[in-house]
């Protein structure tokens, strides 16, 4: 049940990504019409928001139970009374869930508009209100106090401080205008602070501004998966070596109960800045944060003892984490996907950089898991199988919990293969809409197997290191 149109591309990208869906191994294995449905569908289910919001639990300081309490608390004063339950997870203990409410098909239109960027739209759709930054056009005599509709310019036509907007918009729902129009696109205007309180949306999810925030931390369920799955312990020395903003290093350092070592790098400051905020925020000791190109992280020279930072000896880590800078493709919601295919096609040698670096850090007996947030076959199972020739010294593992569905064929890899890796794909369930009465029918057991599935597109693969060869 689509509300939005399916994702658009590039035309170049639409033309990759139909091939790669058509590639001979799927359709042998499902046939045309099984592989073309499941494209389609996935197409679709791009441009909706998940069906869950997530949120994991600083555990370091808080116990799952009392913060599924405060949440539940929470989420019926926001949501004036609706009776929305708070899940919590039996593979992934850390975690809660919430349903989202939507699409909300009847929800009025007010002329008094404002106009924000895609990603401030998408944002919208997951719970947020608007902030200024955000905001594109606004109708020409808004005011403070005005009630407002809400839409996002998802191909980027809108031109900033515009009184009307007849481009493509899609509406996203109805909010309270903190700001006149004036203030919000005067010279010295506020370049941040709310611009519009969101008050009824298209998808109904919880904000999460100022809630709680050294106890929870929104993040998508299959990238809580990826810290169980490295599975760090107490001591250990840990790398994740493309860390911002730092949801996967604090989570590592969360399981680590907060001894040992995690180093965080990324290679722009302003986001190291960020890894670090959150490391105090939720009140971690054992993370360091570095800015630093994970590519050049490995030291041909011996190192100053003193030296903390990189570069790094070779096998310096117990574990480490590597999810790599990729094209995002798995990200949800997304309207109009706007990189090029040369910017599409230039993360794959990238990330091989980045393994080759990880490999040769990891102590023999060490784990490696790579992950990345998009649905290439080229920067997933395809990077797999180079990584097995490349690196005789590596070998698949097992992953526990295994929540996702298995990898994807077209890259030669052997069933048994495919089936130690992880590919979460949003089309394994029908895309649905969810109102109250449904979420109230529905078995929690069922609701916890269409969470696992109605999330982002993302990968997982776990390597132990066998030697140092």
């Not at 569908?41 to 913060?67: D, E, I, Q, W, Y």
């Not at 009025?108 to 997951?126: N, Q």
């Not at 905001?135 to 009184?163: H, Q």
């Not at 269409?450 to 290191?465: Q, R, S, V, Y």
Request: charged content about 20%; aromatic content about 8%.
């Amino acid at each position: 049940m689509s509300f939005f149109p399916k994702i658009s591309f590039q035309h170049e990208v639409g033309e990759y990504l139909t091939k790669m869906f058509r590639n001979n191994e799927l359709i042998t294995a499902l046939g045309t019409q099984e592989a073309e449905s499941k494209y389609q569908s996935l197409l679709r289910h791009l441009s909706h928001p998940p069906g869950f919001t997530t949120v994991r639990v600083n555990t370091h300081l808080a116990s799952v139970k009392h913060m599924k309490k405060l949440l539940f608390e929470e989420i019926q004063k926001q949501f004036e009374g609706l009776c929305v339950p708070v899940l919590e997870h039996p593979k992934l203990q850390d975690i809660l869930l919430i349903p989202v409410i939507g699409p909300r098909r009847d929800l009025k239109k007010y002329a008094s508009e404002v106009i924000v960027g895609a990603h401030c739209g998408y944002a919208v759709l997951r719970g947020a209100h608007v902030y200024v930054p955000g905001i594109i056009s606004t109708s020409r005599f808004m005011k403070a106090g005005d009630l407002v509709s809400v839409y996002s310019d998802i191909e980027g036509k809108c031109k900033r401080g515009a009184k009307e907007f007849e481009g493509v918009k899609v509406f996203l729902g109805n909010g309270i205008s903190e700001l006149s129009r004036s203030e919000i696109f005067k010279s010295s205007g506020p370049l941040n602070g709310m611009g519009v309180r969101m008050i009824e949306t298209v998808y109904l999810s919880p904000s999460f501004d100022n809630v709680l925030p050294s106890n929870l931390f929104l993040q998508n369920l299959p990238s809580v998966v990826v810290g169980h799955i490295l599975n760090p312990q107490p001591g250990e020395r840990i790398l994740d070596m493309c860390a911002a903003p730092g949801g996967k290093t604090t989570h590592l350092a969360t399981l680590m109960h907060d001894q040992g070592e995690v180093i965080a790098m990324d290679k722009i400051a302003n986001k190291v800045k960020k890894i670090k905020q959150n490391a105090d925020l939720l009140r971690l000791n054992c993370i360091k944060a570095f800015c630093y190109d994970g590519t050049k992280a490995l030291s041909v020279e011996k190192r100053e003892d003193e030296q903390e930072g990189p570069p790094f000896l070779p096998e310096s880590f117990d574990r480490i984490l590597l999810d790599a800078p990729c094209s995002g493709m798995g990200q949800r919601p997304n309207m109009a996907y706007s990189l090029t295919l040369k910017e599409v096609t230039s993360y794959q040698p990238l990330q091989r950089k980045l393994f080759t670096v990880a490999v040769k850090l990891l102590k023999p007996g060490g784990i490696l898991v790579y992950s990345t947030c998009t649905i290439t076959l080229a920067e997933n199972e395809e990077q797999v199988a180079w990584a097995l020739k490349t690196f005789p010294c590596l070998q698949l593992q097992p992953q526990e919990p295994h929540i996702g569905g298995e990898g994807m064929r077209g890259t030669g890899l052997s069933p048994d293969q495919l089936k130690l890796l992880q590919r979460f794909d949003p089309s394994a369930v029908p895309l649905q809409g969810m109102d109250i009465n449904s979420l109230q029918d529905s078995r929690e057991d069922d609701l916890i197997s269409l969470a696992n599935k109605d999330c982002i597109g993302f990968f997982i693969a776990k390597f132990i290191k066998l030697n140092s060869k």
